[in-house]
């Protein structure tokens, strides 16, 4: 091999931020959950019935789930929007939410006949999808464990993979088709045309159904329900998966490789992401600077993907505009009339008598202080008629306080003169301010 060769060989290759053996691991890691705001992974195998738990930078084990009185396999795993809850889906047929911080089972969802090839939450995270290897898909809520739809025919001899629309009221599965249903009556809606293994929905811009489709990438303008862009250039693709802020996909391959897309114009980001073995799962940090990959030798691969972006000279892809603007393009900006407000305080009459307003040689109006007003001698009467004119019954009618007695206060507790100041600072000249605190100051 030529010198120039072996350069643009080790150009295009970028080595993991970490590679860590799981301490104690001897099976593949099937699949992978990155924990938010923590260093630790949840990750399961299909040759085993349990969930374990790791420090991403050791790759020490932390801790290991297990529900009781079953032996079979995980084969599918997914963490609820508010990252509490993890729904797996097992060899035996049941789908089971585990509590993350106790790390026990607390609905555990059976009606497939076969294994639940994949669970998928609703955005609001009252729901949970699974596809099985029954060719059918159910969902289920999450209190009560009970399935809400199901079973439903989703494919003839493929297992069925789902995915929620961003909105919650679509679910789309694999197939020779394509097909999109309707979330809450299980009514089949559109049918596209393709022969389709994975999906992921994007919900910025126009929302696009992303699908390992026809040999490549499909992306599906699902405004109108048209193929648009077809992304090529990693085959066979097993997996794709957005980043937090759904400007990144990320692609598994069969050829033990994980590819990085600019979903803004479709081309690629740097180099593959070779692993030694068949790559399982990956999951992305929440501010997408890092990927986590699961891999067959039973390895846990990071990935700085912050700096493959910079490197391309794509560091805008890192931000969180879009996720910012998720919550502009789903606001609610229908025209209301104002709600009448009950029950407010209002503002004793006089109590902005410290100010004059006149007109300027400009036509402006403007707003000057009083002269000074005379302060009550005794500045407690006072304090209690300012205290009652500030509260009002229902009706309009003045509370009247008790009688005042003059006691010694506490020392240390200036409880009225802070009432006064918040209300009273921003309202009087200095000079009265002043004076005011200072008769107030006597009493404390």
Request: a positive charge; hydrophobic letters at 35%.
């Amino acid at each position: 091999m030529s010198s120039t060769a072996i350069l643009e060989q080790k150009r295009s290759t970028v080595e993991p931020r970490r590679k860590v053996h799981l301490e104690g691991n001897t099976q593949s890691v099937n699949g992978i959950i990155r924990l938010p705001n923590t260093r630790h992974i949840i990750t399961f195998s299909i040759r085993s019935s349990s969930l374990r738990v790791w420090d991403l930078e050791s790759g020490v084990p932390v801790g290991e789930w297990k529900d009781e009185g079953n032996d079979k396999g995980v084969f599918s795993i997914a963490l609820s929007p508010n990252g509490t809850t993890v729904a797996s889906g097992s060899i035996d047929g049941a789908v089971r939410l585990w509590d993350i911080d106790k790390g026990k089972v607390i609905k555990k969802c059976t009606g497939h006949k076969k294994i639940v090839w994949s669970v998928c939450w609703s955005p609001d995270g009252g729901r949970v999808a699974s596809g099985s290897l029954d060719h059918t898909f159910r969902v289920w809520d999450v209190k009560s464990g009970n399935a809400i739809l199901g079973p439903i025919q989703a494919t003839s001899n493929m297992p069925a993979f789902i995915c929620y629309s961003p909105d919650g009221t679509m679910i789309a599965t694999n197939g020779h088709q394509l097909n999109i249903w309707d979330a809450n009556t299980g009514e089949r809606l559109r049918t596209i045309q393709g022969k389709v293994w994975r999906m992921a929905w994007t919900s910025i811009n126009k929302k696009t159904l992303l699908s390992i489709m026809d040999g490549g990438i499909r992306k599906l303008d699902t405004t109108t329900w048209t193929k648009t862009t077809f992304l090529k250039g990693h085959k066979r693709l097993n997996k794709i998966l957005l980043s937090e802020n759904e400007r990144i996909l990320a692609s598994v391959s069969h050829e033990n490789t994980v590819q990085l897309w600019n979903l803004e114009n479709g081309q690629l980001i740097g180099p593959p992401l070779r692993h030694e073995k068949t790559v399982k799962d990956m999951a992305f940090s929440a501010d997408g600077k890092l990927l986590t990959s699961g891999c067959e030798d039973g390895c846990i691969y990071t990935w700085d993907i912050s700096a493959i972006i910079t490197e391309a000279g794509l560091h805008n892809l890192l931000s969180d505009k879009n996720v910012v603007n998720k919550s502009v393009l789903n606001a609610d900006v229908t025209r209301r009339r104002a709600p009448k407000i009950e029950d407010v305080r209002r503002v004793p009459q006089g109590f902005f008598d410290d100010f004059s307003t006149s007109r300027d040689h400009h036509g402006d109006l403007t707003t000057a202080p009083r002269q000074p007003t005379h302060i009550s001698r005794n500045p407690l009467n006072w304090a209690q008629n300012f205290v009652s004119g500030m509260l009002r019954k229902h009706d309009g009618s003045n509370i009247q306080l008790p009688r005042v007695v003059e006691v010694p206060l506490t020392a240390g507790k200036p409880v009225l003169f802070f009432y006064f100041q918040v209300y009273m600072q921003s309202h009087v000249d200095a000079e009265e301010l002043s004076r005011k605190k200072e008769a107030i100051c006597k009493l404390l």
